[in-house]
């Protein structure tokens, strides 16, 4: 049998304590969680975050049953609250739940004429506020 070298990484996680194997094992666990949200965040932000030149600024006609209130806030610039006012929804439904089911709940024999509502306060909202020139 071979014996392994002195500073080989058998010798190294054999002379650690139980302790410090546990500290070890915690720090990468913290690291790779740090890599993985962050990484979501930043393709988050690409997708959501302000339009880049040349990059064009959403459209309401684009607006799909998958997006939510939250998405729709953020996407086009509108106060967290405005949506839920604009279609009279209560104040306290989840801003994460997608725009088809709030369709199938509020308005369960036609969800297109909510769809369509979401995007009529949109545009009404877009008049009252145009956004401020590009440079």
Not at 31 to 56: E, K, N, Q, S
Not at 82 to 107: C, I, S
Not at 108 to 124: G, K, L, N, Q, W
């Amino acid at each position: 049998m071979v014996e392994p070298e002195p500073g080989s990484s058998r010798n190294l996680f054999r002379s650690l304590s139980a302790d410090q194997l546990m500290a070890v094992l915690l720090v990468a666990a913290g690291i790779a969680l740090t890599l993985f949200f962050g990484m979501r965040f930043v393709r988050a932000y690409r997708h959501v975050g302000p339009p880049a030149p040349g990059r064009p600024a959403p459209q309401v006609e684009e607006i799909r049953g998958w997006m939510t209130i939250g998405y729709l806030s953020a996407a086009f610039h509108l106060p967290p609250d405005y949506l839920f006012q604009a279609l009279g929804l209560p104040p306290d439904e989840d801003p994460r739940r997608p725009l088809r089911v709030l369709a199938r709940k509020y308005a369960p024999d036609d969800p297109e004429r909510f769809m369509e509502a979401v995007r009529e306060a949109i545009r009404a909202y877009q008049a009252a506020h145009p956004p401020p020139p590009r440079p």
